[in-house]
């Protein structure tokens, strides 16, 4: 590709959602915020929501917010707006989307990435083991808040035609249907939403929209570079204690594969369907912020679970 036509490419991009209204539910950090920012940066208006404000922070304890959020989405050259959610308060979220319509009226993009259950699975833990409280704590937070918003949203998003919809989860279909994801409780909600996607791409098809459910790879979430004690410039340091990380994509990765979904004209395509960031980019040629192309789940099968020796040449 030549500087030109880069250049031409990045202006394309730039505008390729202008005017779209799009609401991010749980974009507080991780794949929200990086879906977020990237939504802000094809122009886009894009409604931030979650439970850590600069007033308040969630139960993780953690500095970033939707404010924060929402700065980086206008930043970047779209609108971003901070609403304080809890989505698994109904009237909450009603007044959400109601101020949205208000606001906006119309919502082109829903993104249900709400999760919050980072603290409350244990890795070795079987169901009988497990503390109850905090499993279907996690099931109530990943599950029921995605079912909660999306009927109060998509009423308003089915008002303009060629609506999407998006389902965040960790894994693809085809993965997660041969293969134990860390725990009962985390392993069901996965599945749950993958689940969604297929429900809702039925229920929306024949009335004009569109349902996908989108997974990362290996996400450098604010999260897990602390668990590895790195940042974004010090990441590969984790190498020496996990040397698959390499394999390893930023938030922003996802938030590409989200812009190109919402900006493409035939994204029926997909409907009903599962998709990972790294797949997706093989289709819309989008890269990671360093210019690969990580395509994590291929790796994890071809590589990782196989026993391999770490060497991502060919996958990234």
Known sequence: MTDTEHTRGDAERASSLRGKVALVAGATRGAGRGIAVELGAAGATVYVTGRSTRERRSEYDRPETIE???DLVTAAGGHGIAVPTDHLEPEQVRALV?????????????????????????????????????????HRLAVETHAITSHFALPLLLRTPGGLVVEMTDGTAEYNAVNYRNSFFYDLAKSSVLRMAFSLGH????????????????????IMLDAF??????????????????????????GRAVAALAADPDVARFNGTSQSSGGLAQVYGYTDLDGSRPDAWRYLVEVQDAGAPADVTGYR
């Open 68 to 70: 924060d959020t929402a």
């Open 98 to 138: 109601e101020r949205v319509d208000a606001e906006q009226g119309r919502l082109d993009l829903l993104v249900n990435d709400i999760w919050g259950g980072e603290h409350l699975f244990a890795w070795d833990a079987p169901v009988w083991e497990h503390d109850l409280d905090k499993g279907l704590r996690l």
């Open 229 to 254: 004690k790195v940042t974004e410039d010090t990441w590969r340091d984790a190498l020496t204690a996990q040397p698959h990380f390499a394999i390893s994509e930023t938030p922003r990765y996802v």
């Open 203 to 222: 229920e929306l098809g024949p009335r004009g929209a569109s349902a996908v459910a989108l997974t990362p790879g290996w996400l450098r979430s604010e």
